[in-house]
């Protein structure tokens, strides 16, 4: 992996694993069921062949993605998302809820599968499950 950020910072080193071109839409069209190399290639429109494999096997590397070999002659891969790479489907849900705040051009909401009302994010404590309102971003070794 290529350091672009070397910054102590949850966001930055974050970036630095996905923050390249196209490598959060490649892990949202596995998401989505898009799982061969040709699927996602076609939901990319504009993304060259060689890119889309360079993102995949840094996706692997960084254990967001696995991979499974379907067909041997000429060899071919299903690609599966990890536990780690399934949790980005909050940043999805997330850039989709500030999109349709946002854009002026939206082409997605997100909505409550029962009723189709737009939701929003709500935080909680993971320590007591409960809903809070006030947060904020503190360093681990304030915590200490």
Not at 10 to 23: C, F, K, P, V, Y
Not at 27 to 45: A, M, P, S, V, W
Request: net charge negative; with cysteine; charged share 25%.
């Amino acid at each position: 992996m290529k350091i672009k950020y070397d910054l102590p910072c949850n966001i930055a080193q974050s970036l630095n694993i996905i923050g390249d071109r196209w490598t959060l839409l490649v892990i949202h069209e596995i998401l989505i069921g898009q799982t061969t190399f040709n699927e996602i290639k076609r939901g990319l429109d504009g993304i060259s062949a060689n890119l889309l494999s360079e993102r995949l096997k840094l996706l692997e590397a960084q254990g967001l993605v696995t991979s499974e070999l379907y067909s041997s002659h000429p060899p071919r891969y299903q690609y599966t998302l990890t536990e780690s790479g399934k949790d980005l489907e909050h940043v999805f849900h997330a850039l989709i809820i500030w999109g349709s705040d946002h854009l002026d051009h939206c082409y997605k909401k997100l909505v409550h599968t029962t009723t189709g009302d737009e939701v929003g994010l709500t935080y909680y404590s993971k320590r007591t499950g409960e809903i809070v309102h006030d947060i904020q971003a503190v360093s681990l070794e304030e915590e200490a």
